[in-house]
């Protein structure tokens, strides 16, 4: 696995990471741009909390884990720095998205705003211990927790009583949460929060019948035979299922470890296109027709996180059958996202592999997937190698 | 042209209206199913009120313009007991959809369910004179002018003062339904709306520089240089086009109808696919990556709509262009979207022209878009081949 190892790093590191420091600092306003074309050219200025978010916890994290480079510290710093001025209503609910300048543009009516404010912030204090960081992180977080049974809040569009249905991507980034703040939650806390994702992850999402996790469920945990209670979303389960595992091994579990891995494999299978490859990105459970018209297309997130979740059930099992299954997804992705031409990667492709949209960034596309999915395969398959040396 | 008036009749009469009297009918709770698998079996009971408002309109419409078949009335009061009975909240705003018992699901956040029943209760009303109908009509559209200004209430996401933009869809389906409501409003208003949606849909949101019409601009008219003010949504400007040109013809502005044509043909020019045929979903205005991951899809209603822009500019202009363009799009259409095995047409095509989702009815394709389309060609087709009789 070295080879594969050595591969993902300098991925990283020479073609993805310089991309990002090149084209998404905004040096006028502060924060960064993520709407870039294929060349890196900057096609729209709005700025996105998700993605400002999550492109500082890239930085500070490379500069975690990787080396104290001082330009990623910088980069983070950069990001941090505007979100915190200009991110946040009066209740510390993170917008949605803001213009160039930092006026606020669409409300703070999505909690995952908040999850990717809390993993940046506590990423950087991770590396650069001012308090005010670890206060918005703090803060954010108890929020999340606050606002956690209603998300969505005012913006709700279901009307109570008649179909109440929860979603299984609040409790899965939990799940990955819990872990990334644990050095600044209460021990109590974290602990029970891991114990209770997990059961909603593994349990409560479980759909017993066919082996497969679902995307909502009512309240009680039982399926519901809607549009949305049978929407299958291959990429989000088999991502939830490393962010599992992870906890697994804090927790020496190698049952649950078990478990997880013959979900993936499940959904793997499932939702792999067996006339193009890839994997799809929605299904319906019952081989309805799926509302969302994309549901055919082959995203960049999916795939790179089935290396991640792959690479890592290799590193704790070492089942010849994740490297066999590592080795399909790695070519199919290299193949069809990478651009050798002018760095990082493409993110839409339709059904037969063709690329969709040339886009490099935009509303949902950032520096995030591929720097993390890169490294996280790098960082568990040297793990491996370092693993089998000694 | 008469050829082609015949062919759109009994594609109307024998292939797509016996569907919708076969299957969308629910016997058991009332309303219609519009979730239709290709062979018709329905594979799921919500009720979105967009479409059982428009399928009302429809049975209504064919019983008013075709023949007074007391199936289809009967068809249309089954829909429209069922929308009076459970569709609206205590204040007449009309929910978004409900489950198959009338039980509401989603909240009254989208105008376009109060359009759409003001539309199918004046239709009714035409051909079953009911004061309550008419009440309904009345009251229905009243409300939809009065949240005109801020149509989704409080469930608009956003953050007032930093980007207000106004949307094409309001005064272009008002447009429509000033002429649908003539016969229950005061004359005056119908008058006024008439002057401004015009107004509206031809100088608001029209991109001088381009020749181009846009989806949103700014609210004094302004382009926008965003996401939302660069997208443009070609099927949807074609079809505001005959709408224009169906009050051009009855203002007797012969300017105007060569005003909506020029634009049609523009947008249509600029919509269609060179490399695979087919009018383009969405697109954006300056060339940069669309948000819309399903922009190069080819949508069934686009291409009808344009059917029917073509017929009208042909009927009123006698332009042989239209007519060379009619037949291109026409050619087009029936190849990919008719469903000659089992009646109705396929409503989702990739770029490549094959179908994506084998649907006939679903959350936002339903008995409309198809059966409205081939009685429009097929009557404008037919008075030409009459007026040249004469």
């Known amino acids: 696995m070295e080879g594969y190892a050595l591969k993902y790093k300098e991925e990283l590191l020479e ?10 600092k905004d040096t006028e306003y502060g924060g960064y741009f993520t709407c870039l074309e294929r060349d890196g050219k900057v096609f729209d200025t ?14 500070a994290t490379l500069y975690d884990k990787v080396e104290n480079n001082p330009e990623w510290l910088d980069m983070a710093i950069h990001g941090a720095e505007f979100m915190k001025k200009y991110g946040r209503d009066k209740e510390g609910n993170w917008y949605f998205s803001l213009n160039q300048q930092g006026r606020p543009l669409v409300q703070p009516y999505n909690i995952f705003s908040d999850c990717f404010a809390a993993m940046a912030f506590g990423a950087l204090y991770k590396v650069h211990q001012k308090d005010e960081y670890a206060d918005i992180t703090v803060k954010t977080f108890e929020n999340i927790l606050k606002r956690r049974d209603n998300p969505k809040g005012k913006y709700n569009k279901a009307y109570p009583g008649t179909r109440d249905l929860k979603n299984f991507a609040l409790p899965m980034i939990l799940c990955n949460l819990s872990l990334e703040l644990e050095h600044l939650i209460d021990k109590s806390i974290v602990d029970n929060l891991i114990e209770e994702t997990i059961h909603e992850v593994m349990d409560v999402f479980y759909h017993e019948e066919t082996g497969l996790i679902l995307e909502n469920v009512n309240t009680n945990g039982s399926f519901n035979d809607s549009f949305e209670g049978r929407v299958l979303n291959p990429g989000h389960a088999i991502e939830a299922m490393w962010f599992v595992m992870d906890l697994a091994k804090r927790l020496d579990d190698s049952k649950l470890i078990q478990t997880a891995t013959t979900r993936a494999y499940k959904m793997m299978d499932h939702g792999w296109d067996r006339e193009h490859g890839g994997i799809l990105y929605f299904m319906d459970i019952k081989n309805k027709p799926p509302q969302q018209l994309e549901w055919d297309q082959k995203l960049w997130w999916v795939h790179l996180e089935t290396l991640v979740c792959l690479a890592k059930i290799y590193q704790l099992t070492e089942d010849g059958e994740a ?11 290299w193949e069809h996202f990478r651009d ?11 059904r037969q592999g063709n690329v969709s949209l040339p886009l490099k960034g935009g509303k949902w596309k950032g520096c995030f997937h591929v720097p993390r999915g890169l490294l996280q395969v790098w960082q568990t398959l040297d793990k491996v190698t370092a693993d089998k040396v000694i």
Chains 1, 2 share one sequence.
């Open 323 to 333: 490297l066999r299954r590592f080795k399909i997804v790695h070519d199919y992705t």
């Open 46 to 59: 709005d700025k996105f909390m998700w993605l400002q978010g999550r492109e500082v916890w890239q930085f």
């Open 15 to 24: 073609n993805v990471i310089p991309f990002w420091l090149k084209y998404s």
């Open 340 to 350: 050798p031409a002018y760095g990082e990667w493409f993110g839409y492709l339709n």
